[in-house]
């Protein structure tokens, strides 16, 4: 089953080179959680307490400190997001070289989980004795 007629127009799926690209993965690895700490202070600068907040509705789950600032540390070792002090608040904000990391590694992230992304949406028709139903579509 292709995914092609679920969506507007074809999308042919990356080459295994464009997926790891020629020098291998990207030069700075990011995990799920410092893409989104990356996305947010991408969209607006803050302190921590509100990117814990913010990423504790995204995620149904509690984000504690103890999660939260090493890797907010994390990233701003690596020169992704700095760090000034406003009154008694660290605010965050994400840097040029944040910006460009962040772009590239969800670039890989789409092109690594093209072909599960496209399985999910086929996964999303349903067969009945062999005959496919489009999604939408009445039996």
């Given at each position: 089953m292709s995914v092609e007629r679920h969506t507007p127009h074809r999308i042919?799926?990356?080459s295994s080179e464009e997926i790891f690209g020629k020098r291998g993965f990207s030069e700075i690895e990011l995990g799920i959680l410092q893409m989104q700490v990356l996305w947010l202070l991408s969209r607006k600068s803050t302190h921590g307490y509100e990117i814990m907040k913010v990423l504790s509705?995204?995620?149904?789950?509690?984000?504690?400190?103890?999660?939260?600032?090493?890797?907010?540390q994390t990233l701003e070792r690596r020169g992704?997001?700095?760090?000034?002090?406003?009154?008694?608040?660290?605010?965050?904000?994400?840097?040029l070289h944040g910006r460009k990391?962040?772009?590239e590694s969800c670039m890989d992230f789409?092109?690594?989980?093209?072909?599960?992304?496209?399985?999910?949406?086929?996964?999303?028709c349903l067969t009945k004795k062999d005959k496919l139903i489009n999604i939408g579509e009445k039996e």
């Open positions: 042919k799926p990356p509705d995204i995620k149904k789950t509690k984000i504690t400190q103890g999660t939260l600032y090493p890797t907010l992704l997001i700095k760090r000034h002090e406003e009154g008694r608040k660290s605010v965050y904000s994400i840097t990391v962040m772009n789409s092109k690594t989980f093209f072909g599960i992304f496209q399985n999910f949406v086929c996964e999303k």
